[in-house]
């Protein structure tokens, strides 16, 4: 029985299209020596703030944000990498330089940078190296994207405390990089953990996920029913 679960979670992430990519390159691909681009990154609405976290699948990451209080909106996208406007395609085959993540929209009088980067350490394993669960590649990795000097210092600060705390066993691998250009993914991203919740990869690994932060931070949630 349990090599039947085994083999169905395998044939369930196949058809999602999350899969460990079989090409040497997805997973072996350095985002060294790669040239970022140089376009300011697009500035938030009036009163609200942008945050840019990348921690895996952005299916999770989306699932997650979309229920705090103070977050407007969550973005499921590209960024990090040396082309403009890439594709989901691209962006799974390791060579953009790009890392799957969300832009997240929020109010900082309802909810501030620390209480979004609190949530981050604790919703994904940032101990893995380009890597999360079965999905391998540099598009996969752990990583912040400040959007200004001031998010810089609270997310260094940030890392730097939960790695002293030991919130994981290993070492924290997560990466600080420069803002970049924040491309929004395809529409059939957008939303998809809300649309999709019984879907096979959602049921398997976005679902536990979800599950996990609401648990953790039930004093934080949207005064919705889950």
Known sequence: MNSFRYVMSAVVVLLCGQTMCSSPTCSTTSIQGMVPSTAEPEAAPAGKSFAVFAGGCFWCTEAIYVELRGV????????????????????CSGRTGHAEGVRITFDPEVVSYQ???????RTHDPTTLNRQGADVGTQYRSAIFPQNEEQERVARASLAAADEAALWSDPIVTTIEPAAPFY??????????????EQGYCVAVVGPKVKKFRALFADKLKDTEH
């Open 72 to 91: 407007d909106l969550v973005e499921s996208g590209y960024t990090g990498g040396h082309i403009k406007n890439p594709g989901y395609r691209e962006v």
């Open 115 to 121: 209480e979004l980067l609190d949530v981050f350490w």
């Open 184 to 197: 929004v993914a395809e529409d059939n991203h957008q939303d998809y953990y809300a649309r999709n919740a």
